[in-house]
């Protein structure tokens, strides 16, 4: 837009002309001209305008704004700074009047490996996933993030980045990061929102194992439990311990760090009802104790597979508090031990 249009002045005076680029034109890229007509005549003279549009990437949404989902990606949330609460809401994360400089982009994805260094992940291989529309009437856009359901042992963290492809092929993708993985200063300001997802696993103090294993094993809470776990265990308050396919373990021992007052239902406890919690693990040579739980003989490599090789339903330990008013030992936590 010209400002102060028409203009007016003699010809052999030099003269200045103001132009204002337009807000809903502050992303994009744009050429035009200028006609400068004599008063009085048919004759003109173009002047060229080429707008290079912004060299950044924004939308309504804080880009750091400490956004994460949840284990299965079906919910996230964003800490409140007048509350310091945290605001949870449905997934897709949803972000309205995005800029980016044109049409011609392309959606990169990071993923964080130790604090603040990330590598750049393949579209088909990242756990991200950013769809874009147009929004009506407008050359803003909208954009709505997912994320797969993370079935990992960790909270993993991510970036995504929206970049004109003129402006990555000039880059070049290798230098979109140091060589310690942080972001170089012509890449940052094309960050869109940077993420994170809890895992379906916490890692918990509340038991440990002790073994002769090498390897620490750990002991992981279930974030949100399936409703087949749920029914299996007796509780929603269940943790797992993974063991390694086919490897024994001369020694191993279960002990409780929170539960010391409780007592563990082990498998003489059992009624015919309930069966399922005590699969044929092929031993029965264990014993319970306050806050701890032995397997006398340990575990051999054959335990957890029936005679096929096939591996067998989690062994569930089932940890009971007596109840002096009902009279009764209701389930308080359980812990699943599977083979991989």
């Not at 502050?26 to 003109?44: E, P």
């Not at 800029?99 to 992940?121: H, K």
């Not at 003129?166 to 929102?193: E, P, Q």
């Not at 269940?238 to 002990?255: A, D, E, G, M, P």
């Amino acid at each position: 837009m010209v400002n102060e249009a028409p203009l007016k002045g003699l010809g052999f005076r030099p003269g200045n002309i103001s132009v204002t680029v337009k807000d809903e034109f502050s992303a994009f890229a744009k050429k035009g001209d200028i006609k400068v007509k004599r008063t009085g005549t048919d004759d003109f003279v173009n002047i060229p305008v080429n707008f290079y549009g912004i060299d950044r990437v924004s939308s309504d949404k804080n880009a750091w704004g400490g956004w994460t989902f949840n284990s299965d990606g079906g919910k996230y949330s964003t800490s409140n700074s007048m509350t310091g609460e945290s605001d949870e809401f449905d997934a897709p994360l949803v972000m309205q009047n995005v800029l980016v400089n044109g049409n011609d982009y392309e959606v990169l994805y990071f993923e964080e490996q130790i604090a603040n260094q990330y590598v750049l992940v393949d579209n088909q291989d990242a756990w991200m996933s950013l769809k874009v529309n147009q929004q009506q009437n407008s050359e803003l856009k909208e954009a709505q993030l997912s994320v797969k359901n993370n079935e990992g042992n960790r909270e993993r963290s991510g970036v995504v980045m929206i970049m004109p492809k003129d402006t990555l092929g000039f880059i070049g993708r290798d230098n979109l990061l140091t060589s310690s993985g942080v972001f170089t200063d012509c890449a940052d300001k094309y960050v869109l929102i940077a993420i994170s997802q809890k895992s379906a696993f916490i890692t918990s103090s509340d038991f440990e194992v002790i073994s002769d294993s090498q390897e620490p094993i750990m002991v992981l809470k279930v974030d949100s439990p399936s409703d087949e776990d749920i029914e299996y265990c007796g509780t929603n308050n269940i943790y797992k311990v993974r063991l390694q396919s086919h490897t024994s373990y001369s020694t191993f021992k279960i002990v409780s760090n929170v539960y010391a007052d409780f007592e563990v239902y082990s498998w003489h406890n059992l009624s015919q009802e309930d069966p399922v919690k005590y699969p044929s693990w092929g031993t029965n040579d264990f014993c319970d104790y306050m806050s701890s739980y032995i397997f006398w003989n340990g575990i051999s490599e054959t335990n957890g597979y029936d005679e096929k090789g096939d591996v067998l339903k989690p062994l569930c330990i089932v940890v009971r508090k007596w109840d002096e008013q009902s009279q009764s030992s209701p389930i308080v936590a359980a812990i699943l031990i599977y083979r991989e």
